[in-house]
C-alpha cells in the first residue's frame, strides 16, 4: 500500500532584534533584501507544502508582519517565550500540520533551491528516518547549504520534550543533531556543485554582509546568478574573497559575550573622526568577539547613518547635555548607564572638559575605558586607548588605567584598506580638509596659480575615495593622517592648536617622516611645491591595530 505523501512545510525563522546586526534580515543585497531573497527562492522549490515566515510576538518584529501582508507570504506569529526556538517551531509545525518540518535560517540568502527538493525527497523516500545530515565530502570539501535543516515532525516534538534548558530552547534543535542515539540520523549527498572548501556563508555581522555584498557585486559582473552554485565557483575563483569575513567568531551553543556601549561625540561641531574609528572597534568587537554593541550618540545625522547600516543606538552623550531631544522612537540613555553595558568605551572630544566626579564614573556599574584621553576621571578608567602615536603628551602619574599607546594600535577602517587594496589612480593633486576659512583660500588661490587639480573634503562618504585619488593632503591634523598614508597620500599639517600641533610632530616623528608641518602661508607655498612640483617622498606601511585593541579589551575580563 502506498503511504499518503507527507506534507512538507519549510519554516523561515526571522527576528529583527539580532544584538551583531539588527534588522538583518531587512539589510539589502542587489536591490533585495535578505529575507526576499530567501523566500523567493523557496518559492521554487517544487517539494514544499508551504513556506512560512515564523517570527515571534514582540514590538520590533512588527515589520515583518507587515512584509508578510504586502507581499502574501505566510506568517507565524509566536505569542510564547521570545527566546524559545524550540517552542516557536514544534508550535508552528503543528498549526501548520507539517510532517516533514525544515528550519531555514532567515540570515542565509543562499538557500538553493534544487537542493532543497532534494532534501525533502530524500526524507520522504525513508520513512525511519528522523532527520537528515550532509557530510563532508572524503575530499574535504564540505556542504555549504548553510541554515537548512530537514525533520520530521515527530523528531520536533521528541526534541522539545528532552529540550531542559534554556541554552538547548534558545537554539535550533541541538538536542536533535547532538543525539544519535536517540534519533535516526540519515546522511544525504547533494550535488557537487555546493560543496566546497569550508566558509561562513551566513550574516551575522556587519563583516559577513560587506562579504555577501561583494559575492553579489562580483557575480553579476561576471553575468552569473547570486546563487549558492554560483558562489562556490567564484570562491574557488578568488579565494581572498574569503577573507573578508574570515575573522569572525562563530558563537558556540553556551556563551555569555559582553554588552558594549560606545558614548561618542560626533556630527555638528564634534566632526565625524571620533564616530569613524569608533565604528571599526565596535565592527571587530561583533566580529571577533561576539559582543553586542549599542552606540550612544545625541546628532540626528549621526543616529541615521548609524541605523541605516544596521547598528543599535540610543540617545545620550557622555559628562556634558544632550544637545537635542531624541527623535520618536529612540530611547534615551539613563544617567548611569541602567546596566545597559559591561564595557563602555567614551569617545568624547579633547577640546572639551568633563563635568563628572570619579564616584559617578563608577555608578555605571561597567569596565571603562576612555580613548585619547587620560585627564581628570578619565585617569580612574579600566583603560586608555591611544589609537595610534599622538595624543598622549604627559602621563598622571595618579591614573590607575592601562595605556595603549602607539602604531601598533592605529585604527585603519576597513573602507582605506579595501581601497588601498584596489590600487586607485592618484588624480588629485591636493585635498583638503581645513575648517579655518582663511586657510582654504590660501591653498585654493596656490592650486590655480600652480595649476594643480585642487578638491575640498565633501560629505564624510565621499572622503576616502577622494582621499585615495589624492596625492597630498592638507588638514589640521587627525585620525585621518594614518589613513592618507595607507592610502599613499602624503599628509601635511596646518594645525589649528599647539596640541593639534604637538600630536602631529608626534605622528610624523613616529613614522619616521619628516616634520610636514606648516603655520604660515608662505610655508605653505614652500611645502606644498616641493611635494607636488618635484619627487614625492616614501610612505611608511601602517597596518591596521584594531585587532589588538579589541585583543587588550577582552582581557579586562577574567577567561
Not at 547570486?226 to 575573522?247: G, Y
Request: aromatic residues 6%.
Amino acid at each position: 500500500m502506498t503511504r499518503p505523501r507527507e506534507r512538507a512545510v519549510a519554516f523561515v525563522v526571522a527576528r529583527l532584534s539580532s544584538s551583531r546586526l539588527p534588522n538583518k534580515q531587512l539589510q539589502r543585497i542587489g536591490g533585495r533584501s535578505i529575507l526576499e531573497w530567501i523566500m523567493d527562492s523557496l518559492a521554487r522549490c517544487t517539494e514544499l507544502d508551504d513556506v512560512v515566515l515564523a517570527t515571534v510576538a514582540e514590538a520590533d518584529n512588527e515589520p515583518l508582519r507587515v512584509i508578510a501582508e504586502e507581499r502574501g507570504w505566510r506568517l507565524f506569529w509566536y505569542e510564547g517565550e521570545v527566546d524559545d526556538v524550540v517552542g516557536r517551531l514544534t508550535t508552528a509545525a503543528d498549526a501548520f500540520d507539517a510532517d516533514i518540518c525544515l528550519l531555514i535560517s532567515a540570515d542565509c540568502p543562499l538557500v538553493h533551491a534544487p537542493s532543497v527538493d532534494e532534501l525533502v525527497a530524500a526524507l520522504r523516500r525513508d520513512a525511519a528516518a528522523d532527520c537528515l545530515v550532509v557530510p563532508a565530502r572524503e575530499s574535504g570539501d564540505v556542504c555549504l547549504l548553510e541554515g537548512v535543516q530537514v525533520a520530521r515532525r515527530r523528531a520536533w516534538q521528541a526534541t522539545d520534550e528532552l529540550s531542559d534548558r534554556p541554552e538547548l530552547r534558545e537554539h535550533q534543535f541541538p538536542v536533535l543533531y547532538r543525539s544519535p542515539d536517540r534519533f535516526v540520523h540519515r546522511p544525504v549527498t547533494l550535488g557537487q556543485a555546493v560543496y566546497g572548501a569550508p566558509h561562513r556563508l551566513s550574516i551575522d555581522t556587519p563583516a559577513d554582509l560587506e562579504f555577501m555584498r561583494r559575492v553579489h557585486v562580483e557575480l553579476e559582473a561576471r553575468d552569473r546568478s547570486f546563487a549558492l552554485p554560483d558562489t562556490v565557483a567564484l570562491l574557488h575563483e578568488q579565494p581572498a574573497l574569503r577573507q573578508i569575513n574570515a575573522h569572525v567568531h562563530q558563537r558556540a551553543l553556551v556563551e555569555h559575550p559582553r554588552r558594549v556601549l560606545f558614548v561618542v561625540d560626533a556630527g555638528g561641531e564634534f566632526g565625524f573622526g571620533h564616530l569613524m574609528r569608533c565604528r571599526e572597534i565596535a565592527a571587530q568587537l561583533i566580529e571577533r568577539l561576539g559582543w553586542p554593541v549599542t552606540f550612544a550618540v545625541d546628532d540626528r545625522q549621526v543616529l541615521a547613518m548609524l541605523r541605516e547600516e544596521g547598528s543599535r543606538v540610543t540617545w545620550g552623550a557622555f559628562g556634558r547635555p544632550v544637545r537635542d531631544v531624541p527623535p520618536d522612537g529612540v530611547s534615551a540613555l539613563e544617567p548611569a548607564g541602567s546596566g545597559l553595558a559591561d564595557l563602555v568605551v567614551i569617545d568624547v572630544s579633547a577640546a572639551r572638559s568633563i563635568a563628572m566626579p570619579r564616584d559617578e564614573l563608577l555608578g555605571w556599574g561597567a569596565k571603562v575605558v576612555f580613548l585619547d584621553r587620560e585627564d581628570g576621571v578619565a585617569a580612574q578608567a579600566d583603560m586608555i586607548v591611544y589609537p595610534g602615536v599622538s595624543g598622549r603628551r604627559k602621563a598622571d602619574d595618579s591614573a590607575s588605567a592601562q595605556v595603549l599607546h602607539g602604531i601598533e594600535y592605529a585604527v585603519v577602517r576597513r573602507e582605506v584598506a579595501r581601497r588601498r587594496d584596489a590600487g586607485v589612480h592618484k588624480d588629485i593633486d591636493l585635498l583638503t580638509y581645513l575648517y579655518d576659512g582663511q586657510q582654504r583660500l590660501v591653498v585654493e588661490q596656490l592650486a590655480r596659480q600652480r595649476g594643480w587639480v585642487a578638491v575640498g573634503a565633501g560629505e564624510f562618504g565621499e572622503f576616502i575615495d577622494l582621499l585615495s585619488r589624492a596625492r597630498v593632503f592638507v588638514s589640521g591634523y587627525g585620525q585621518a593622517f594614518y589613513e592618507a598614508v595607507v592610502l599613499g597620500t602624503v599628509p601635511v599639517a596646518w594645525p589649528l592648536s599647539a596640541n593639534h600641533a604637538l600630536d602631529a610632530g608626534m605622528f610624523f616623528d613616529a613614522l619616521q617622516l619628516p616634520r610636514m608641518l606648516v603655520s604660515t602661508v608662505d610655508e605653505a607655498e614652500t611645502l606644498l611645491t616641493s611635494l607636488l612640483d618635484h619627487d614625492g617622498i616614501t610612505l611608511p606601511p601602517v597596518e591596521d591595530g584594531t585587532p589588538r585593541i579589541v585583543s587588550r579589551l577582552q582581557h579586562l575580563f577574567p577567561q
